[in-house]
């Protein structure tokens, strides 16, 4: 009983902490992109690169994040008649 506790608040921990990983990995991303985006107009690069590389972050960021929650859906289809449109609206994504 005390090893199951243990175990059980391991694994608690480690999804908590993953979950800070991710949001912090995401949200650091984003700042960067919009940084690096107004760092790039102000120092005399046309706009259309800018939004070039605004717009391939935005997808390298975009996809894992689809295919994550493609998978998730697919390993747990519990409720086909929703799931199936979930799954096609996340595929638009990639």
Known sequence: SS???ILRTTVSVMNFLSRILLWG???STAV???WYSRE????GK???LVAWFS???FVLLG?????CGIIMH???YYQPNVQCYVVRILWMVP
């Open 40 to 43: 790039l107009s102000t120092n």
């Open 63 to 67: 996809f894992p994040i689809s295919m």
């Open 32 to 34: 960067g992109v919009v």
């Open 25 to 27: 990995t995401l949200l």
């Open 55 to 57: 717009a391939g972050a």
């Open 3 to 5: 090893t199951r506790d």
């Open 46 to 48: 046309e706009p259309h």
């Open 74 to 76: 697919l390993k747990n």
